[in-house]
């Protein structure tokens, strides 16, 4: 899963976004991550048709900052946590009332690192929470890095809590107790 996926994702039962995203491993490898982030710096122009998309997205709504804000990283790659600081920093500072040639112009190396690491990372293993419902969707659970938004009734117990304690060192604690439709307590 890209993590831009996170901007249109809603909770499939009661529609709440955005969702609380925890990144537990990259299919993006530690050295392809840590390429990406030191390419960031450096605006290439084969990239930029498509830092130009971001800004359109960044200035018409599309890019949610509030989803973005919620993603944790516990993949422990230290170039991943890194680009998303920076990600949730520029997020915020790129939040207002500028065009898509000044978001270009002004913040080059700030839609670089955006497009990376919103565009080009690939989550392989994680976990997506409706903060308001309280139920879970594992990522890569079924199908390598895709997202597993089922309604209860579809979902499968037994796969749903082998994957819950497989990862349960770094799912979040409210979710081991309380998590719906399944949890470990």
């Known amino acids: 899963m890209k993590p831009w996926l996170l901007n249109i994702l809603a909770c ?24 990406l982030k030191t390419e960031a710096a450096q605006p290439s122009d084969e990239l930029k048709k498509k ?4 800004a359109k997205q960044l200035t018409d709504g599309t890019i949610s900052p509030p ?18 600081t920076i990600t949730k920093d520029r997020i915020a500072q790129l939040e207002g009332e500028k065009t ?20 080009t990372m690939e989550v392989d293993i994680g976990l997506l929470v409706c903060p308001e ?11 390598e890095t895709i997202p597993e ?15 819950l304690e497989e990862w349960r060192q770094l799912v979040p604690e409210h979710v081991i107790t309380d998590g719906k439709p399944y949890n470990l307590s």
């Open 12 to 35: 499939p039962i009661d529609k709440h976004h955005p969702l609380d995203a925890y990144f537990f491993r990259w299919e993006t490898s530690a050295e392809e991550i840590k390429e």
């Open 51 to 54: 830092h130009k998309q971001l």
């Open 67 to 84: 989803a973005i804000r919620k993603i944790v990283d516990a993949s422990g790659v230290n170039d991943a946590a890194d680009m998303l």
């Open 100 to 119: 898509e040639q000044q978001l270009l112009d002004e913040h080059a190396e700030d839609i670089g690192t955006l497009y990376r690491y919103l565009n």
């Open 133 to 143: 419902c309280g139920r879970w969707y594992p990522i890569g659970s079924a199908v």
């Open 149 to 163: 938004m089922l309604p209860d009734d579809l979902r499968e117990k037994e796969r749903d809590l082998k994957w």
